[in-house]
């Protein structure tokens, strides 16, 4: 150890660093901003997650509840015009998929042979 090192400041500065990192997170990986019940609420809320398969089955439960989607961000930046619709589009087509399985009394192998929507 060389004179003026201080290994108890240095401690107390890596505390610092940990305590800083823990306050502000990661930001994670996708955001889903949505009004639920549009007619009657003006409050945004957000949906967080890093799993883009937790994502898409938001999607579809928002898409299901009547839920207005606002906007869908991935790490931290609005997705572009075609990502957003190609998203909405993959949820409402397994919606379709399972409300026609459900309707006709089908697997979901028979409706993507009969109707190409993939399960």
Do not use: C
Request: no cysteine.
């Amino acid at each position: 150890m060389r004179w003026g090192d201080d290994p108890i400041g240095e401690r107390a500065k890596r505390r610092l660093i940990a305590v800083e990192t823990m306050t502000h997170p990661m930001l994670a990986k996708f955001a889903i901003n949505y009004t639920v019940f549009p007619e009657h609420n003006k409050r945004v809320e957000t949906h967080h997650t890093d799993d883009p398969v937790e994502a898409e089955t938001f999607l579809v439960q928002l898409l299901t509840s009547g839920a207005r989607i606002h906007s869908i961000m991935h790490d931290g930046v609005p997705v572009e015009p075609h990502q957003f619709d190609r998203l909405l589009k993959v949820a409402a087509t397994r919606v379709a998929a399972e409300l026609i399985s459900r309707s006709l009394h089908m697997d979901y192998a028979e409706v993507k042979h009969r109707f190409g929507f993939a399960s």
